[in-house]
C-alpha cells in the first residue's frame, strides 16, 4: 500500500534556530498535510498543500508531487515550537496515510 | 471552542466489554472519519462516512462498527475489546469526500484495554 516515510524521528533544536522535516512517498500523491500534536494530544492543522509551497509565521511547507516529497521548514524556532509533527499524504480524495511523526523539542 | 467534539477523552475499559465512542462536528461537514492511532505507529485510517453512508471501510473486524444517527455525528462502537485495541481514537470531518478537502482532526480519545 501507499507508504509515507517521514524524517527524522526526532530532533532538537536551540531556540531561534531552524531545521526541516522531510516525508518521501512510495507512490505520486495529491495532496499533503502538515500537523502539529500539541501537549494535548490535539492534532492541529499546519498546512494543506495540492502544490508549491505555503508560509505561515516561521512555518514554511512545498510539495512536490512528481519528486514524492513535502518539506517542513522551521526557522526561529520557539520552546512553543516543541511537539510531535506529522505529515499525512492524500492519494484518494478523502483517505491520508500518515507518516510517522517528528519529536521535536526545543531548548533554551 | 473545539469544533469537533470527541467524548470521552480518556476511556478504561476491561477486556471483553464494549464501549462507544463519540464524535459530533459542528462545522456543517458532509464527510467524517475515524483514524486511529497505536502505540509507536502512525495513524491509521479506519472509517469515512458520507452523507451518513459507509464510503471506505479499511478496519478488518467487525468488532468496530461506526454508527450515524445524525449527519453531524460518527459513534463508533468497539464490541469484545481486547488489549490490542488501546490506542488513540480521532475523529475527523470534511466538507465532502472530493479532492482538496481538507479534512479536521478532534481531539481524540484515548483508549486503554485492560
Known amino acids: 500500500g501507499d507508504q509515507v516515510e517521514q524524517s527524522p524521528s526526532a530532533l532538537s533544536l536551540h531556540e531561534g534556530t531552524g531545521s526541516a522535516l522531510r516525508c518521501n512517498f512510495t507512490t505520486t500523491m495529491r495532496a499533503v498535510q502538515w500537523f502539529r500534536k500539541n501537549s494535548r494530544g490535539s492534532l492541529i492543522n499546519l498546512f494543506y498543500l495540492a502544490s508549491g509551497t505555503k508560509e505561515n509565521g516561521r512555518l514554511k511547507s512545498a510539495f512536490d508531487s512528481k519528486e514524492r516529497y513535502s518539506t517542513l521548514h522551521i526557522r526561529d524556532a520557539q520552546l512553543e515550537d516543541s511537539g510531535t509533527y506529522f505529515c499525512a499524504a492524500e492519494n484518494m480524495g478523502y483517505k491520508l496515510t500518515f507518516g510517522t511523526g517528528t519529536s521535536l523539542l526545543v531548548d533554551p | 471552542d473545539p469544533k469537533i467534539i470527541q467524548k470521552p477523552k480518556y476511556l478504561v475499559a476491561v477486556t471483553g466489554s464494549e464501549k462507544i465512542l463519540i464524535c459530533e462536528q459542528y462545522l456543517g461537514h458532509n464527510a467524517m472519519y475515524w483514524y486511529r492511532q497505536s502505540a509507536k505507529k502512525p495513524l491509521e485510517f479506519m472509517f469515512s462516512?458520507?452523507?451518513?453512508?459507509?464510503?471506505d471501510n479499511q478496519t478488518a473486524s467487525s468488532r468496530f462498527q461506526p454508527q450515524s444517527s445524525k449527519k453531524n455525528h460518527l459513534d463508533l462502537q468497539i464490541t469484545a475489546l481486547k488489549p490490542d485495541d488501546s490506542a488513540t481514537y480521532f475523529c475527523?470531518?470534511?466538507?465532502?469526500?472530493?479532492?482538496?478537502?481538507?479534512?479536521?482532526f478532534g481531539e481524540g480519545t484515548r483508549l486503554s484495554v485492560l
Open positions: 475527523a470531518s470534511s466538507r465532502g469526500t472530493t479532492n482538496n478537502q481538507a479534512p479536521l
Open positions: 462516512y458520507s452523507y451518513q453512508k459507509l464510503m
